[in-house]
Each structure stands twice: as structure tokens, then as C-alpha cells.
């Protein structure tokens, strides 16, 4: 088995260098054979990565501890499920499912059926091939999946309890989808730059392939956060973590991206913009691979001190400039026939506004994460910084991103007049500070949540009202009633109303994050069995501290009576559970949640007496936060499927010589 798993990686680097030089050689003589030489070998590649995948599998599900990786991160009683998920548990595995991930995208491409014959397959294909040789190499010859071990142990060391959750499941490899993604467009727009195709082709025929990659870093990052919330025991979803920092960043500047390119569809404008958004938020996916494996930051994220941050940095280095220079070396172009913007109250502008805010998110993200390897590197003392900064200088981001988010439906394209300001804004203000006058009336004074839920609430009124708009101007000219109207109009115009769809989830997370940064609170207390823990509307009764068993793991657990303004609500039971090789115990929340709040509550500690130590904590409104990012997926889906896409051809017509 170990040999086979070695002969597929050794084979996977000579197959993925010999594929990259076919295209090249078949673009350069303009021959067909090559280029067909060239596919066929990235499909090899494929096959070849998923047998390695399927190798190392194997060797996990079937504890096979003469191999490093499997004792490192399994042991024989772990359940198969997690055994099997150990493949992402370590460096050599997560390099593994990118490399597969990459030759599965490279292969969807250049076996498209809408890229037949499309001039730019050998480019595209040659681009992901770069990237792909470069992980096979770090397969190859740094971190290996299949190195054998001295000696073979009895037990391996197990996996770590903090990943034996079902989120821990999916979470990674929604990321790892995302990340990989964006190399798709990453190449078309490089392809497109050497091919001199400055037009908006290589972003029409992406534009899936960026809203898929979108999507897995969105349901990367909702999960990421839902398992921190349920798992880690400390009451909050996003800790502004290095790691959870690095999947964040490129999520901003994608959703940038997504917005900006509608002008150069429209308009033609913002080309270097939105390729400089592109190389950058592929840049950025390398950057977070480099944070998790480099060994400079602490996270719970992180895969410890390990070499391949170099070679990571070395490598986005490479790419970085290679894609710059080939921007630049096309700029003349890029700057043809470049239209420009016409009026500040426009869509445009507003469009524009959105990008940079969202840019600037990203910015003071990336300062944050980066700063203390910068003072480390300066000063040699590693300066922190915390939570208290990232939610001083994002709050009022997301503020500003929410009030552009509310007046960008209603504003025209070109040029909006007075008159038009007035009569499509009307009514949405006047909605607006009626909810404003009815929060300061239900006691809520402080200024960011009542600025940001009057926000999110003239957001949600501006869209409500440009759809009844197109509702109304449909049914005059069709005759057909409201309802069926609002079906027919939302079904033909799929892109439009799918993102309007997750603009709505993004408004309903914005109000999860509002109400439980600014409403929650949190009480630990040491009781004895029968006294009780009050908080907020809650009255807690501590009945019973016990133990049981679960395998070869114990776990102690506490059985707590809820009453909610002396109503019984439910029973709570919040755990400890120690596993027989791992030295910390994991936590297993208590909670009941509700539209209106999460009762939250973590066994802290215990005596022999019985007297325990509970953490409660009340945080209003976090289910809104799950619930929106629902809508955002089905908004999503209902973008990326919806309706027959534009027929594009490019304008470059180069081709290759058949063969005779």
C-alpha cells in the first residue's frame, strides 16, 4: 500500500508537468494534437489523485498505524466517520484534498461542454496545472501522506476531540471548495490577458463558477461559526481568529468582485478593478493556507510549526507577480474605450462605494491578522490584537455597507434626479423612522443598535419596495394578477432577484450580530444541587451532577430545570467529556434557543461535594444568524441555476491546427 500511495503522487507530478508542457507547446505550434495530448493528461491526473485519496482513505478507515498520518490522527476506536475525516485533519491530508479538489476543477473545465473548442481551455488549462504541480511537489517531497512510521504503534494518538463534530465534517470541506474555486476564474482572467480579451467574455463565463466558489466560503464561514458556537463552549460564533480571519478576507473581496463586474458588463468600465479584485482574492487563499501551515500564529485552526510556509510564500509570490505582470503588460488595453461614470447618484457610483467599503474591510482584517508578525518582526514582542479592536473598526463598516445595501436597489443606472430620489425613497424613509421611533420606544438607546436596525429595516424596505415596483409595472403591461406576476418576474430575471434574495439573509444576519454583540449577557456561579441561577427573564434550578459512559470516554454531566418569567421552559444538560487519549476535556454545550434569545450554558467546574460552576450566558437573536445565512444559500442557488445564461463567444478567434 505504500508504494502504490507514493508511485500515485510521483506519477501525479510527472503527469501534471508533462500536461502543463503539452498545452504550451500546443498553443505555441498551434497544434491540436498536443492540446488534445494536453486535456488527456489532466483527466489522467484526475483519476490518478482520486485513487490517492482513495489509498489514503483507506489506510485511515482501516487504522493502518504503520503509516504516519493514520497514528498521528486516528486510533481504532475512533467511530469510521471520523476516521475517515481525519483526512483534513493534518497538513499532508488537507494538501492532498486541495490538490484533488484542483484537478477535479481543472477537469470540469477543460471538459465543459461550453468550452469546446474555446481557444482559452490550453491557457486556463495550463494556469490550474501550475498550481497543481506545485502541491504535488509539497506532496512529493515535504509533506508526505503515505511516510511510514520507525516503528508501528499499537494505538494511534486519536483525533482531536474539538473535530469530532458533525460540522467538523462539512465545514472544511466547504472551505477548502471555496478556496480552491476561485482559481477557476483566477485563470480565465489570466487566460483572457494573454489572449488580449479585454471584454467582460471571461467574466460571463465565470460568473458560476465565482457565485459557486462564493458559496462555499459563505457556508465554509456560517459553519465555521456555527460549530465554534456549539462546540467550543465560550458563547460566541466569531472570535476573529487568524485562521477564521484568513476564509473571511477573500470572501469580502469576492463579494466585491461580484458586484463590480455587473458595471463592466453594463458599462465597460472597472476592468482593471476587477481583475486586480480576482488576482487578489486568489492571492488571499494563499495567504490563508500559508497563516494555517507556516506555524507564525497561534490558532485552533492551525496545523502547528511546519516549513511549508515558505514554500507557500515563495509560491503566491510567483503568482502574484506573474499575474500583475500580465495585467500590466495589458493595460493599454484594459484602458481602451473605458467608459466613466456619469453622476454620483448612480448605480454605478453606488456599486463603487459598496467595493471599496468591502475592500476596506478586508484591509483592516488583513492589518489586524498580520500586525502582530509585524510588531514580532519590528520590536521582537508579538502584540496582540483582539477582538476589541476588529469590533471597533467593523462596526461601523458594516453599518456603512448596510446603507449602501438599502439605497443601491432604487438608484438608476447613469444618473438619478432629485425628483426620482424622492419619489423611490419616499416611502421606505418614512417606514424607516417609524421603526426608529418604535425601537427608541421599546427602551433601546444605545447608538450602533438602533443606527444599525433602523438600517437593516430600510434595507429590507427599499427591497421590498423595488419588487412590488417590478410586480406593479408587469402586471399593467401583462394583465396578470400580483401573485402571478411576482412568480413569472422572479423566475425571468433569476440573477437580479437571487442576489435581492441574499441581500434579505445578509439583513437577517446583520440583526443576529447587532442584537447579540450589543443585548447579551453572561453570569458564572458556583451553586450547590437545588439553588438556583437568575438572569435576564431566567431562573435557573441546579437538580442532579452525574456520570456516564460513552465508549472509552467519560462524561460528567449536570441536569438543569429552565423557567422563563416563571413559566417552565425546559431541561438543560450541559456536559464535560474526557477522552481516554486526549488530556482536555471537550465541552458540550447546554442550550435552548428560541427567535428571541439562546439561553447558553457551560459546566465550568465541579467539587466533590457536588457544588458546580456554571457559565450562562443570554444571547438575543443569534438563531437570525443562522436562519439568514438559509437565505443567502438559497439566494445563492437560486442566482447560480436560475434560467438560460447570455450565449457569449470571444472575440479572440485564434485556433489550432488539425491534425491530419
Not at 466517520?81 to 494538501?95: D, I, Q
Not at 463590480?260 to 490563508?288: D, H, P
Not at 419619489?423 to 424613509?429: E, G, M, R, Y
Request: glycine fraction near 8%.
Amino acid at each position: 500500500m505504500h508504494n502504490i500511495g507514493v508511485l500515485t503522487i510521483y506519477l501525479g507530478l510527472a503527469i501534471s508537468i508533462y500536461s502543463f508542457i503539452a498545452f504550451i507547446v500546443g498553443v505555441i505550434k498551434q497544434d491540436q494534437k498536443w492540446v488534445n495530448s494536453g486535456k488527456n493528461g489532466v483527466l489522467t491526473l484526475f483519476l490518478l489523485t482520486s485513487l490517492t485519496i482513495v489509498l489514503l482513505l483507506y489506510v485511515l478507515a482501516t487504522s493502518q498505524f504503520q503509516f504516519k498520518y493514520v497514528s498521528m490522527y486516528t486510533s481504532s476506536d475512533l467511530p469510521i466517520v471520523y476516521k475517515l475525516s481525519a483526512l483534513w485533519a493534518g497538513n499532508a491530508g488537507s494538501l492532498l484534498l486541495w490538490t484533488f479538489l484542483l484537478t477535479m476543477y481543472t477537469t470540469m473545465v477543460a471538459f465543459s461542454n461550453k468550452m469546446k473548442g474555446n481557444p482559452m481551455v490550453p491557457y486556463i488549462s495550463t494556469i490550474m496545472l501550475g498550481n497543481a504541480i506545485f502541491f504535488y511537489f509539497i506532496l512529493a517531497t515535504t509533506t508526505r501522506p503515505f511516510e511510514l512510521n520507525d516503528f508501528i504503534p499499537s494505538e494511534g494518538n486519536g483525533l482531536n476531540p474539538m473535530l469530532q463534530d458533525p460540522g467538523m465534517i462539512i465545514h472544511p470541506i466547504t472551505l477548502y471548495l471555496g478556496y480552491v474555486g476561485l482559481a477557476v476564474p483566477f485563470a480565465f482572467a489570466i487566460a483572457a490577458l494573454i489572449l488580449k480579451n479585454v471584454d467582460s467574455f471571461w467574466i460571463r463565463m465565470t460568473r458560476r463558477w465565482t457565485l459557486l466558489a462564493w458559496l462555499f466560503l459563505t457556508l465554509g464561514n456560517l459553519l465555521g461559526g456555527y460549530w465554534a458556537y456549539l462546540e467550543l463552549g465560550w458563547g460566541g460564533y466569531w472570535a476573529w481568529d487568524p485562521v477564521e480571519n484568513a476564509s473571511f478576507m477573500p470572501w469580502l473581496t469576492v463579494t466585491a468582485f461580484l458586484h463590480s463586474v455587473m458595471i463592466q458588463e453594463r458599462k465597460g468600465m472597472l476592468k482593471v478593478w476587477n481583475l486586480s479584485l480576482i488576482i487578489l482574492s486568489y492571492a488571499l487563499t494563499l495567504f490563508g493556507t500559508f497563516l494555517v501551515r507556516s506555524g507564525v500564529l497561534t490558532s485552533v485552526h492551525a496545523f502547528g510549526d511546519t516549513n511549508l510556509g515558505t514554500y507557500f510564500l515563495i509560491f503566491m509570490g510567483i503568482a502574484v507577480i506573474f499575474a500583475m505582470y500580465v495585467m500590466m503588460s495589458r493595460y493599454h488595453l484594459l484602458k481602451k474605450d473605458s467608459d466613466h461614470f456619469e453622476s454620483f447618484f448612480s448605480k454605478e457610483s453606488s456599486f463603487l462605494i459598496n467595493n471599496l467599503i468591502l475592500v476596506c474591510a478586508a484591509f483592516a482584517v488583513f492589518w489586524g491578522t498580520i500586525f502582530p508578525l509585524i510588531s514580532e518582526a519590528v520590536r521582537g514582542t508579538k502584540v496582540t490584537v483582539g477582538v476589541p479592536f476588529f469590533n471597533t473598526v467593523m462596526s461601523p463598516i458594516l453599518l456603512s455597507l448596510l446603507f449602501i445595501l438599502a439605497i443601491c436597489p432604487l438608484i438608476a443606472w447613469q444618473k438619478s434626479t432629485i425628483k426620482n430620489l424622492q419619489k423611490n425613497f419616499l416611502i421606505p424613509a418614512l417606514l424607516t423612522i417609524i421603526v426608529a421611533i418604535l425601537l427608541f420606544i421599546m427602551g433601546i438607546r444605545t447608538i450602533y443598535p438602533i443606527i444599525g436596525f433602523t438600517l437593516v429595516a430600510f434595507m429590507l424596505f427599499t427591497h421590498i419596495s423595488e419588487i412590488f415596483r417590478g410586480v406593479k409595472a408587469r402586471s399593467s403591461v401583462t394583465l396578470e394578477n400580483y401573485p402571478i406576476a411576482l412568480i413569472r418576474l422572479i423566475s425571468k430575471n433569476r440573477r437580479r432577484y437571487g442576489g435581492y434574495t441574499v441581500h434579505f439573509g445578509i439583513a437577517l444576519i446583520a440583526i443576529g450580530i447587532i442584537g447579540s454583540q450589543n443585548f447579551s449577557v453572561e453570569s458564572m456561579k458556583t451553586v450547590a444541587i437545588g439553588e438556583k441561577i437568575n438572569i435576564a427573564d431566567f431562573e435557573i434550578t441546579y437538580e442532579n451532577l452525574a456520570q456516564k459512559s460513552e465508549g472509552l470516554n467519560d462524561i460528567i454531566f449536570a441536569e438543569l430545570k429552565v423557567q422563563k418569567n416563571g413559566k417552565h421552559v425546559g431541561y438543560i444538560q450541559p456536559e464535560k467529556i474526557f477522552y481516554s487519549n486526549w488530556q482536555q476535556p471537550s465541552t458540550e454545550v447546554g442550550m435552548i434557543s428560541s427567535w428571541q434569545e439562546d439561553l447558553y450554558i457551560v459546566i465550568s467546574a465541579w467539587e466533590r461535594d457536588l457544588r458546580a460552576t456554571f457559565v450562562v450566558r443570554v444571547n438575543p437573536l443569534v438563531k437570525w444568524i443562522w436562519t439568514g445565512g438559509v437565505v443567502v444559500v438559497i439566494g445563492t442557488l437560486f442566482a447560480i441555476w436560475g434560467g438560460r445564461q447570455n450565449q457569449v463567444i470571444p472575440r479572440y478567434r485564434g485556433t489550432v491546427r488539425k491534425v491530419t
